[in-house]
């Protein structure tokens, strides 16, 4: 019953993911927001009469029945806000969904999530960018996510693949369907070797609307964006933009100034809004993955005035580097305090910040 109670909190009339989270926060499950009386639901913020009568109401929970029916039958994976699964890059970004459906065998919360986006029209050179991009990142275990429309997007996953690189795509629908639908060879594999993810519960269209929202969630997972190519307008820019508002590192590739598909990346150069990539052999320097095959080491002797949970820090660095919001979700501790208990160990010349929020045992 507690999926049930999940999947009927995100489906509730007029309640968006802020409000949902504010339920969440009070009531602490989602059943006891179902089980709460009117005058405990006005009590929250974002919550007014009407919208407690659609709680109360319980289609919200009909609805999720029904949901669940199609759930059990695809095997669907239900990822909640509070789950230990749920993507944690996208948990840290306020407007992150509540609830997420996913099918697919890669790992949401991998050490090292690129995102890969660009025009619907992608030219030889993008083209070539994408290969370029995954025969680099392959030795790199990495997870390379976009949004399987045409273009750049179904170019990076197919280069992914081809590479043996997990790969997912996040729709703007339902995972009922495929949109397009000429890519559901493409989807198939990428279920065995990444995976399909969407906030949109079965029988969404892929309507207008739904698009940017996709956005969000393709850059709030990652650590990086990256923009291959991209016009002047279009959601390549939204989802950089996006990016940039999560304090997410974006790089971009350069075109030739008389070229329509490369007005954006210069766009987001000129306006640093974005670094330039002149290759994909870049990425891994800005990130600080050169050294990455070098097995960090934890010192003999720590300084005895370590508290314990810099000393679990430094355990969790040792198997590999990290990025922040990883390093948050692995520790269990708020990021404003993690971030003090970092500031220590880096005066100690204990790790180091490398660029993208990543943090790498000295």
Same mark, same amino acid.
């Given at each position: 019953?507690? +999926?049930?109670?999940?999947?009927?909190?995100?489906?509730?009339?007029?309640?968006?993911?802020?409000?949902?989270?504010?339920?969440?926060?009070?009531?602490?499950?989602?059943?006891?927001?179902?089980?709460?009386?009117?005058?405990? +639901?006005?009590?929250?913020?974002?919550?007014?009469?009407?919208?407690?009568?659609?709680?109360?109401?319980?289609?919200?929970?009909?609805?999720?029945?029904?949901?669940?029916?199609?759930?059990?039958?695809?095997?669907?994976?239900?990822?909640?806000?509070?789950?230990?699964?749920?993507?944690?890059?996208?948990?840290?970004? $306020?407007?992150?969904? =509540?609830?997420?459906?996913?099918?697919?065998?890669?790992?949401?919360?991998?050490?090292?999530?690129?995102?890969?986006?660009?025009?619907?029209?992608?030219?030889?050179?993008?083209?070539?960018?994408?290969?370029?991009?995954?025969?680099?990142?392959?030795?790199?275990?990495?997870?390379?996510?976009?949004?399987?429309?045409?273009?750049?997007?179904?170019?990076?996953?197919?280069?992914?693949?081809?590479?043996?690189?997990?790969?997912?795509?996040?729709?703007?629908?339902?995972?009922? %369907?495929?949109?397009?639908?000429?890519?559901?060879?493409?989807?198939?594999?990428?279920?065995?070797?990444?995976?399909?993810?969407?906030?949109?519960?079965?029988?969404?269209?892929?309507?207008?609307?739904?698009?940017?929202?996709?956005? %969000?969630?393709?850059?709030?997972?990652?650590?990086?964006?990256?923009?291959?190519?991209?016009?002047?307008?279009?959601?390549?820019?939204?989802?950089?933009?996006?990016?940039?508002?999560?304090?997410?590192?974006?790089?971009?590739?350069?075109?030739?100034?008389?070229?329509?598909?490369?007005?954006?990346?210069?766009? +987001?150069?000129?306006?640093?809004?974005?670094?330039?990539?002149?290759?994909?052999?870049?990425?891994?320097?800005?990130?600080?993955?050169? $050294?990455?095959?070098?097995?960090?080491?934890?010192?003999?002797?720590?300084?005895?005035?370590?508290?314990? =949970?810099?000393?679990?820090?430094?355990?969790?660095?040792?198997?590999?580097?990290?990025?922040?919001?990883?390093?948050?979700?692995?520790?269990?501790?708020?990021?404003?305090?993690?971030?003090?208990?970092?500031?220590?160990?880096?005066? $100690?010349?204990?790790?180091?910040?490398?660029?993208?929020?990543?943090?790498?045992?000295?």
């Amino acid at each position: 019953m507690s +999926l049930i109670y999940k999947i009927a909190l995100s489906m509730i009339q007029n309640v968006g993911h802020v409000t949902a989270k504010h339920l969440l926060t009070h009531f602490i499950t989602p059943e006891a927001v179902f089980k709460a009386d009117k005058k405990a +639901l006005l009590r929250v913020p974002g919550v007014g009469l009407i919208t407690a009568e659609h709680i109360l109401g319980k289609n919200a929970i009909l609805k999720a029945k029904e949901q669940l029916k199609f759930i059990e039958k695809y095997q669907v994976k239900v990822l909640f806000y509070t789950d230990d699964d749920y993507p944690s890059r996208l948990r840290n970004c $306020e407007d992150a969904p =509540i609830l997420l459906y996913y099918r697919g065998t890669a790992n949401l919360n991998h050490p090292r999530i690129i995102s890969i986006v660009g025009t619907r029209m992608a030219t030889s050179y993008g083209k070539m960018l994408c290969k370029q991009l995954a025969e680099v990142l392959a030795p790199y275990d990495v997870l390379i996510v976009s949004g399987l429309a045409y273009g750049i997007d179904i170019c990076a996953h197919q280069e992914s693949l081809a590479h043996g690189i997990p790969t997912v795509g996040v729709l703007a629908h339902g995972l009922d %369907r495929m949109y397009p639908q000429v890519h559901g060879p493409a989807a198939q594999k990428m279920v065995l070797n990444g995976g399909l993810l969407t906030e949109f519960p079965p029988y969404t269209n892929p309507d207008k609307e739904n698009f940017p929202k996709r956005n %969000r969630i393709i850059a709030g997972i990652s650590d990086v964006t990256i923009v291959v190519e991209a016009a002047s307008k279009g959601g390549a820019l939204i989802t950089a933009d996006l990016a940039n508002s999560y304090h997410r590192d974006v790089y971009a590739f350069p075109g030739r100034t008389t070229d329509i598909y490369s007005e954006g990346c210069n766009f +987001l150069i000129k306006t640093n809004r974005a670094g330039l990539m002149s290759h994909a052999k870049d990425l891994p320097y800005f990130l600080g993955w050169d $050294e990455s095959t070098v097995k960090a080491v934890l010192p003999t002797e720590l300084p005895a005035d370590l508290s314990e =949970i810099e000393v679990q820090i430094l355990k969790v660095l040792k198997v590999s580097d990290m990025e922040l919001d990883a390093l948050t979700h692995q520790i269990g501790l708020p990021q404003s305090k993690l971030l003090l208990h970092l500031l220590t160990l880096e005066i $100690e010349g204990l790790l180091t910040s490398l660029p993208g929020k990543r943090y790498r045992l000295n």
